[in-house]
Structure formats: structure tokens, C-alpha cells
């Protein structure tokens, strides 16, 4: 039985967002989606501030990260995510246009548990948000508290 | 007793006597100490004259001229007296002519000593200028009677006097002949004159010194100008360094600008794509043959930008990079290219002949550019002919480079665009025919330039073309040769 695991994606550009949500469409995942526009968010989202007070109990199964976030960016909000013992289990993937290996760097110290390069090519970014959502969200388990 | 006539004999005493007091008026004339060749000179005539009585008093009385004993002493006399003065004469002439050429001689020297355009001096051994040319005086500032008064020593800058003063203990010992050295002078007006000294010792017969020559040369204007190339070098470094290092911070700034540039580039690209793929998708069913073909020219369009990107990129960092230089296996780089461009050959019917190949020193990644480009180039202009032969060799070795070649049955080239094959953006088809940026040939040379090789092609219309590209051979870091 799939259960409705949540996935946060955490991206500033829509068209991203749009692209992504195709290809979740084809697992028909794209509901389990909340998306958080920046950092702030993110965190709002975690914390069940600003407009997620009212959202259902429990973390989510995976967290797609973009890194160049505005406000808050996505290393500060991962290292949030990991100094906080309620949160720190939380799956995280970084899926970011960064190549950079600072970025690398600093991600995989502070835990992530996975750092995609999003595919410049169309038909690979397509395959490789497929590919993450199927392992992530249906394949792995989620630590426990992971929203049911 | 009486061979010749008495008369002649008289003759010949007389005229003894007279030569010889001419010779006498002639050394009166020429040498010093006149007053005793005068009085030789009346003593002859003296004597010439009396015998000219006698012989006259004999002559007018008719008496036997006799020619007796006394007058054959006088005989003799006169003839000594004549033969000592004719020597006396060609003796003080020699002495005369050596004289003379001394006197020359010594004229000489002095103008070598006084006009010479260095300074010359005479220095004792114990430092005391003994004679010095105008020169020196002019470069040292003193006149000829200051500087009698005092020592090399005394005008020498300190920082120089040890070596002077060792290298004249040198020589008195006998240790050197002769030592050359730059010092300096203190000018009587308090200033430094850089001088080069060469000095050298003349001894007597008995070898022991006698005095210095110094030879003195002012070069202040050259050690002025010494400096001042030191200078303008030193400032020339300075602006070098502090240009350097405004370079390193343009191109520090322009790596990460292209680095930002090709990522938001390609984000763009990526929607432009990915809608265009969506919208195909999904009004596929609606859509007439003309719009698809629309959409189909944005889509090819996008993949072109994008590539043209990638290429642009890979062109600028190749020319800023850090060049590795290690050995490495043509062969291996070849295969790797091979599997690389999996994607073009399949599908394809290709003869490949794969000679073997010769380890190079290089960069490996920016060989392995080289390789992919001209084996893709191959391959891509190949994909008219039914079965594509492709060749990779290198050619005979020779002495100072090995020279690969990419060979292949494709469309080839007029070779009257052989020299604008490898120019940058430069293309000779159209994007219709084949696909391409321009820039793949412009990066084979600019990275076979960098490794200190040259590139160049040969092609023939509608039968094929080759791709040369040399190496030169180097020494490795470890041991091995090439």
C-alpha cells in the first residue's frame, strides 16, 4: 500500500517547480508535493509556521533542496534541518544546479543524503527527479514520525 | 829603403796632415769639448805647415828631397792621428743617432703617458703617487702636485681598500702578476668616482719591485647607468608582479563569469526544451504538420544553444588552465574517446583501424578533447558513405616530434580552405548539412599549441581528409626518454 508520503520540495524558480511536478505526475506523486518558494519557507514549513500552521502532523518522507535560495539559503536550512533533533532524520536531497565543490563540500559535512546535479538536458532532469522520487518516496522507509 | 820617390812620399804626409786637421775642424764643429779638437786642429796644421816649408825650402834650393827617419815617425803619427779621429767622428755620431732615438723615444712616452685618454700613474710600493697623466688628475679632482703629496690610500673608498690592499700584497709577492678591480676614488670635491683599476709591478734587473703602474678608467657613467637599469628593472618587475597578479584576478572573476553565465544560460535552455517537449506532448493529436515543425525548429534551436554554450565554455577554459604534463597512453585515450562517442556510432557501419600508438607526455583531459573532436568530426562527415573507414596512426618517427593523423572516407575539403579549417566559429558547411559550432578545431589547435605542437589537414573533395597534429618529444620527470 502506498501510503501519502510528503515530499517538500524547496525551489524558487516555477518553472523548475513545473518541470518537477511533471515528472512526479508520472508515479502520481504530484500531490504529496508541498513546495516552499525559499529557505524561509522551508523552515516555516518544518516548524509549522507562517502559512503551514494548520498542516498535518509529521515530517516529510524527502526533501528536494535547491541550494541558491533567496532569504534563507539551502545549506543554512539544511543545517537547521540536521541540528535539530526533531528533524535531523529527514531524508535530504540536494538538487541543485551547482557544480561547485564547495558546495559538495559543505552539503555532504553537514549530512545530506544525496546531491543531484539538476541534468541540463530536459529528458535527463526528467528521468533523474523520476528516478529520486521512486527510490526516496516508494522504495526507501522513512524514519518514523515521517507524515503518513 | 826608398820604393816610392821622396817627393811623393812628402806629398802624401802633407796631405796626411791636413786630412786630419780637417777632421779635427769638423769634431770642432759637431762634438762638445771644442777646445781640445781645435787645438788638434793647429797641431796638424802646425805641423802640415812645416813640413810644407821644409818641403817648399828643399824644392826652391834644388837639394835632394830626402826622406829620412823623422819623417817617416811623422808619417806614422799622422796617420794614427787621422785613423783616431775619423773613428773619434763616426763614434759621436753613433752616439748622436742613440741619442737622438731616444730623445725619441722618450718624446713617445710621454705623450702615451700624458695624452692617454685613461689615467696612468707611477705608484710606489709603499702607495705614494709618483707620477701621475692630466687624466688621472681630471678623474680624481686633484692637481699633479696634491696628489705627490698623498697615497692611493688616502683617496680610496674604505669598503674597497682591504681588497686593494690585498691584492697588492698579491702581486709584490709575486703571487699575481697583474689584478684588475672596480673601487672607488673620494673626488677632492667630497663625491665617489667609480673607477677600474688594472694594476701591474715593474721590477729591477735584480727583481725586486721597483713601482706601480696603475692604469685608472672612469666608468662612473657606466656604474650610473648600471644602477639605473637596476632600476628601471626592478620597477619594470614591480609593474610585471602587480600585473600579474591584476590578470589573475580577471581571469579569477571571468572563470567564475563563465561559470555563472553557462549555468543560467542553460536553465532557460532547459524550460525552452522541456515546454517545448510538454506542449508536443500534449497537443500532439491537435497540432498541423506546419506548427509541429515550428515547435521542432524552437526544440533544435534550444539543443543547438546549448551546445554552442558547452563548447564555448570547454574553448575558455582550455586556454586559462592549468596544463598537467604527465605520460600517458594514446591508446587508452583513444578507446575512452571511442566509448565517449558510443552515442554517434551506433547504428553506423564503421571500419575503424586503430594503429598502435606511441605513449605521449601531455595533459590527459585535453588530449582526450583532441581525440574526441577529431574522431567525431570523422565520424559525423563520414555519415554519408555507407561504410565509414576511419584511421588513427602516427606517422614514421622522426627525431624531435611524433606526428599523428585521423584519417577518413568522408565528404572531405578543398584544400584552398585548408587554412581556415582551424579557425574559430569557422565552418565550411552549412548547420543544414552538418551539425556543428565552429569550435572544435579551434580548440585541436589551440590545445596542440599549448603541448608545443602544430596542426594542419589535407582533404580532397567528396574522398576523405586526414587530420595531422604533432607532438614534440620531451624528456619525462622520470628517468625514461622519448
Known sequence: MIELKRILLVEDNANDV????????????????????????????LYYRGRFTERPRGNPAVILLDLKLPKVSGLEVLKHIRSDNSLKMIPVVILT?????????????????????????????????????????IINEPPPGSLK | ???????????????????????????????????????????????????????????????????????????????????????????????????????????????TFEQAAVGIAHVSTDGRWQ???????????????????????????????????????????????????????????????????????????????????????DITASKQAEEELKAYREHLEELVKARTSELEAINRELEGFSYSISHDLRAP???????????????????????????QVISDSARQMGRLIDDILSF??????????????????????MSTLSSETDGRVIAWKVNPLPDINGDPAMIGTVIVNLLSNAIKFTRPRPEAEIEIGVLPPKKDEDVFYVRDNGVGFDMKYSDKLFNLFQRLHG????????????????????????????????????????????????????
Open chain 2, 316 to 337: 575558455v577554459r582550455m586556454g586559462k588552465a592549468e596544463m598537467l604534463n604527465t605520460r600517458m597512453s594514446l591508446d587508452k585515450i583513444i578507446a575512452e574517446a
Open chain 2, 431 to 482: 548547420t543544414e548539412e552538418f551539425e556543428g559550432t565552429g569550435l572544435g578545431l579551434a580548440n585541436v589547435r589551440r590545445i596542440i599549441h599549448r603541448h608545443g605542437g602544430r596542426t594542419w589537414a589535407e582533404g580532397t573533395l567528396n574522398e576523405g581528409a586526414t587530420f595531422y597534429f604533432s607532438l614534440p618529444k620531451h624528456k619525462t620527470e622520470r628517468g625514461g626518454h622519448s
Open chain 1, 97 to 137: 544546479s551547482s557544480h561547485e565543490e564547495k558546495d559538495l563540500i559543505e552539503g555532504y559535512n553537514l549530512g545530506v543524503n544525496a546531491y543531484v546535479v539538476k541534468p541540463v538536458d530536459f529528458h535527463d532532469f526528467i528521468k533523474a527527479v523520476k528516478n529520486l522520487s521512486l527510490f526516496w518516496v
Open chain 2, 131 to 217: 707620477r701621475v697623466n692630466q687624466k688621472l688628475c681630471d678623474i680624481v679632482g686633484y692637481t699633479r702636485e696634491e696628489l705627490m703629496n698623498k697615497t692611493f690610500q688616502d683617496i680610496t673608498h674604505p669598503d674597497d681598500l682591504d681588497t686593494d690592499l690585498d691584492n697588492v700584497r698579491k702581486v709584490l709577492a709575486g703571487e699575481i702578476s697583474t689584478y684588475s678591480m672596480e673601487k672607488r676614488y673620494f673626488h677632492k670635491d667630497g663625491s665617489l668616482v667609480w673607477v677600474k683599476l688594472t694594476v701591474s709591478l715593474v721590477r729591477d734587473s735584480l727583481e725586486q719591485p721597483k713601482y706601480f703602474i696603475s692604469v685608472v678608467e
Open chain 2, 1 to 111: 829603403m826608398q820604393v816610392f820617390s821622396p817627393v811623393i812620399l812628402f806629398v802624401l804626409l802633407i796631405g796626411l796632415q791636413i786630412a786630419a786637421a780637417v777632421f779635427a775642424l769638423s769634431l770642432v764643429r759637431t762634438a762638445d769639448r771644442k777646445l781640445i779638437w781645435f787645438l788638434i786642429f793647429l797641431a796638424m796644421v802646425l805641423m802640415a805647415l812645416r813640413r810644407i816649408v821644409s818641403f817648399v825650402s828643399m824644392l826652391a834650393h834644388g837639394t835632394t828631397v830626402t826622406f829620412e827617419f823623422t819623417e817617416y815617425m811623422g808619417l806614422m803619427v799622422s796617420l794614427f792621428v787621422l785613423t783616431g779621429l775619423i773613428g773619434i767622428r763616426a763614434h759621436f755620431r753613433t752616439i748622436r743617432m742613440t741619442k737622438e732615438a731616444l730623445e725619441e723615444s722618450q718624446a713617445r712616452f710621454r705623450a
Open chain 2, 269 to 295: 535552455l532547459r524550460y525552452i526544451n522541456g515546454f517545448v517537449e510538454l506542449l508536443t506532448k500534449k497537443s500532439h493529436a491537435s497540432l498541423d504538420d506546419k506548427s509541429r515543425h515550428y515547435l
Open chain 1, 18 to 45: 513545473e518541470l518537477t511536478m511533471e515528472a512526479l505526475n508520472e508515479y502520481n506523486l504530484a500531490n504529496t508535493v508541498e513546495v516552499a518558494k525559499d529557505g524561509e519557507e522551508a523552515l516555516d514549513y
